[in-house]
């Protein structure tokens, strides 16, 4: 038996002004100061893992956590053949986040949301009498309600309506877990505001998105993976992004590598992509702005609606705040792609085919970039390659087991009065 008593030892460094503080239980922003990615510093400098039988808690050095939960899986990183083959490179590495049993990949929603979810949950505190408010454009709020439900967490999850197919479940969930959804036509950005409004409510607490250090440092756990299994930090890095924190905490991760000592001295080049035509990174940094370009709401929504990625689709990531992507991909001389949704269908097949598993769309865009570096001949011959494929196996779960789907308790428009709001959720909401 585990012990699930883990307290890890860390501070938070503002990356404005460098200043050190102590978590004082959920500190999303430094007070007093310019906006910025406050960022864990680990008492614990050299990462010591676990067995596997810890999950991703075999991380628990470098994570920002409490207690363990149960349930989780660590992703799973290993040398490919097939699909190195096909693109004839040397040292191709995939950490592999889903449903892969095969690999000790076991990820019950198919997707590294399942990293986030296990940190930031570990890092909240149990009975607090408050309920975690997620806002999600699919993975993260299946990710969250599956871990939440586990472990009696209580979650109200903010989803626009037009991803809500992508909310099934292996086992019906608890009902400390429940739903809203912005209407039909929304996306991403409805769902964000509609959960900020749910904060302003006596009781609810936000996630914290980006800002939540837990977020960043469960997410890194996929270069860990990487790092540890190879023995040295990659030397080029692919991912598809929707806010980029997967990219940041990438880079992040990096860093505390490099500080190790261990596993050498380079920062890994971030390849990023995003799914054409929704492309606000790729554009803003395609011109080397810090700031995100113009980009009207029936513009973005249509260019949504065309994406298979959908969960590539946050309008406003943290790109251009302090300790941001622009500073992760100005740091390391990373790049953006674009990505057709015909070129991600191709790259699935033939990821498939090779390595034998069904992709996420997100997962098959960086595959498609890295099918891009391949054939242009942008690689090394000898270069360390990591793919993080952020989801995968979702058809063969569906295949082996029931699926159970989780309806809204209410549908609301994100423009609603927070006192008609309050009405509503205390409608819906399980008695305390």
């Known amino acids: 038996m585990i012990d699930s008593a883990i307290q890890t030892l860390y501070k938070l460094r503002s990356p404005v002004t460098g200043r050190i503080y102590n978590d004082t239980g959920w500190l999303l922003e430094a007070p007093g100061e310019k906006p910025g990615l406050l960022r864990s510093v680990y008492a614990q400098t050299q990462l010591n893992t676990r067995p596997d039988s810890y999950g ?105 309506y037009d991803v809500i197919d992508s909310l099934w479940f292996d086992e019906p969930v608890n009902d400390c877990v429940r739903l809203v959804c912005t209407p ?38 996929t270069v860990l993976s990487a790092a540890t299994f190879i023995g040295k930090i990659p030397d080029y890095y692919f991912q598809a992004v929707g806010s980029g924190t997967g990219a940041i905490a990438a880079w992040e991760a990096n860093l505390r590598l490099i500080s190790d000592s261990r596993f050498g001295e380079h920062k ?87 390595e034998g598993i069904d992709l996420h769309p997100a997962a098959a865009v960086a595959t498609a970039s890295l099918m891009h570096y391949a054939e242009q001949k942008l690689l090394s011959p000898d270069a360390i390659i990591m793919l993080n494929i952020t989801g995968g196996g979702e058809e063969r779960l569906k295949k082996e087991k029931s699926v159970f789907p989780l309806k809204p308790g209410a549908m609301i428009d994100s423009d609603t009065s927070v006192d008609h709001l309050s009405l509503v959720l205390k409608s819906i909401l399980p008695a305390s």
């Open 56 to 160: 991703i808690y075999r991380f628990a050095d470098w994570l920002p956590v409490k207690r363990m939960l149960n349930g989780s899986s660590a992703p799973v990183t290993y040398k490919s053949d097939k699909l190195a083959l096909a693109l004839h490179l040397e040292n191709l590495y995939i950490t592999f986040s889903g449903y892969w049993p095969e690999k000790g990949a076991r990820m019950r929603t198919c997707s590294f949301k399942e990293t986030e979810a296990y940190s930031v949950c570990a890092r909240f505190e149990p009975g607090s009498g408050k309920t975690l408010v997620i806002a999600s454009a699919g993975n993260t709020a299946r990710a969250f309600a599956r871990v939440c439900s586990d472990n009696h967490i209580p979650l109200l999850l903010c989803v626009p």
């Open 268 to 354: 890994m080049k971030l390849i990023l992509s995003q799914n054409s035509p929704f492309l606000p990174i790729y554009n803003a940094w395609q011109v080397a702005s810090r700031d995100m370009l113009p980009l009207g709401d029936d513009v973005a929504r249509d260019q949504v609606r065309q994406i298979k990625a959908k969960v590539l689709s946050n309008r406003k990531p943290p790109y251009g705040i302090t300790g941001g992507l622009f500073d992760a991909m100005s740091d390391c001389s990373g790049k953006m792609m674009r990505v057709s949704n015909g070129e991600l269908e191709k790259a699935a097949q033939l990821f498939l085919d090779t």
């Open 184 to 221: 039909a036509g929304s996306d991403y950005f409805d769902a964000i505001h509609l959960s900020n409004l749910v904060c302003q409510i006596d009781g609810f607490i936000p996630e914290g998105g980006a800002k939540n250090i837990a977020r960043r440092d469960g997410m890194g756990t």
